[in-house]
């Protein structure tokens, strides 16, 4: 049974950091792609960073390009996101995604099997 449990989230004010994890269990993690989405009160469910298996490709929404950065460590199954510079419009629901063997359509949500149960992140002075 595939899990992947997020943590790392809470309230950071404007122009602060904070880090998200993913841990992976029950998937060959070194051969699967990673993204995380978020989802903000009222809003649909939006695409925010991905990084396919063997890091070969790495996408970024562009409201967060040069503020986030997504990363994985296939040693210990977990995939994070650095959120530097954040803003209040980054408050939202972020989840993590997986799907095996894929480097297309990262971008989008219908192309993952497999999800977290979200962590909040609320950017709030």
């Known amino acids: 049974q595939v899990q992947l449990v997020e943590s790392g989230g809470g309230l950071v004010q404007p122009g602060g950091s904070l880090r998200l994890s993913c841990a992976a269990s029950?998937?060959?993690?070194?051969?699967?792609?990673l993204a995380w989405f978020r989802q903000a009160p009222g809003k649909d469910r939006e695409f925010v960073a991905a990084?396919?298996?063997?890091?070969?490709?790495?996408y970024y929404a562009d409201s967060v390009k040069g503020r986030f950065t997504i990363s994985r460590d296939n040693g210990k199954n977990s995939v994070h996101l650095q959120m530097n510079s954040v803003k209040p419009e980054d408050t939202a629901v972020y989840y993590c995604?997986?799907?095996?063997?894929?480097?297309?359509?990262?971008?989008?949500?219908?192309?993952?099997?497999?999800w977290g149960q979200g962590t909040q992140v609320t950017v709030s002075s």
């Open positions: 029950g998937l060959t993690f070194s051969t699967s792609s």
């Open positions: 995604a997986a799907v095996r063997w894929t480097l297309d359509r990262l971008r989008t949500a219908d192309n993952y099997n497999y």
């Open positions: 990084i396919s298996y063997s890091s070969i490709r790495i």
